[in-house]
């Protein structure tokens, strides 16, 4: 069944650490794919879009996401977390051809300091 | 300023009752979705709508209607059919390549 996975529901980072929130998709052909952070309560702000060409793609905030279509992924990264990250990422897909988001369950991030 | 609006910010629905969940988007976008949000769920689409007069059910459709008579406009529904109606509701709007959510409402069953 096509599919959008976070496989990490929880993640703890200390303020200052890297960061990475997996991301894998089953869908056959290349969709278009997002990364999406919402705060308690409130709606879904766009970081990172990925439709074609490079496959690494700068969002808003400092983040970062790797599209890599040999692993079906499309993870996202921070070099240096702050405080103010933790929040709740959802991966999303848009099938090609599609027309419609298809969310991941979404990652919980709490950073400490 | 553009975007899109949601009312309430919160909702309470008593037993039997049909309450309906208010969008709105100057955005001038073609495409209109509401998503239901539940802790460990993600985001479920409930109905979408491709260009005014039509729309199309998503996955969780059940106890929902929407109508489109205005393309600034997609109000959500939830009837008496709808058995679990207590969640965050998001309301969304696309044109081309970026969709745009709204800041959501939480409707509450009493």
């Known amino acids: 069944a096509q599919s959008v996975t976070q496989p990490d529901i929880h993640i703890t980072v200390s303020e200052g650490a890297s960061l990475e929130l997996r991301c894998n998709y089953s869908?056959?052909?290349?969709?278009?794919l997002f990364w999406y952070v919402q705060s308690p309560g409130q709606g879904l702000q766009l970081l990172l879009k990925y439709f074609s060409g490079d496959t690494l793609v700068q969002g808003i905030k400092g983040f970062e996401a790797e599209f890599k279509r040999s692993q079906s992924s499309f993870n996202l990264r921070k070099p240096s977390v702050h405080w103010s990250d933790a929040a709740e990422y959802f991966c999303a897909v848009e099938p090609e051809g599609g027309n419609k988001l298809v969310f991941g369950a979404g990652t919980i991030l709490r950073v400490k300091s | 300023d553009g975007g899109i609006t949601q009312s309430p910010k919160y909702l309470f629905r008593k037993e039997g009752q049909n309450v309906t969940l208010s969008c709105e988007q100057n955005l001038n976008h073609d495409a209109m979705y509401w998503y239901r949000q539940d802790p460990g769920q993600g985001l479920r689409l409930i109905y979408y709508s491709q260009i005014v007069n039509d729309f199309q059910k998503g996955d969780i459709a059940e106890g929902y209607s929407v109508s489109r008579e205005k393309k600034e406009s997609f109000p959500l529904t939830v009837t008496s059919a709808q058995k679990n109606p207590t969640a965050f509701y998001l309301c969304a709007s696309s044109h081309r390549d970026r969709p745009y959510f709204g800041p959501g409402t939480r409707l509450l069953v009493l």
């Open positions: 869908y056959g052909a290349t969709p278009y």
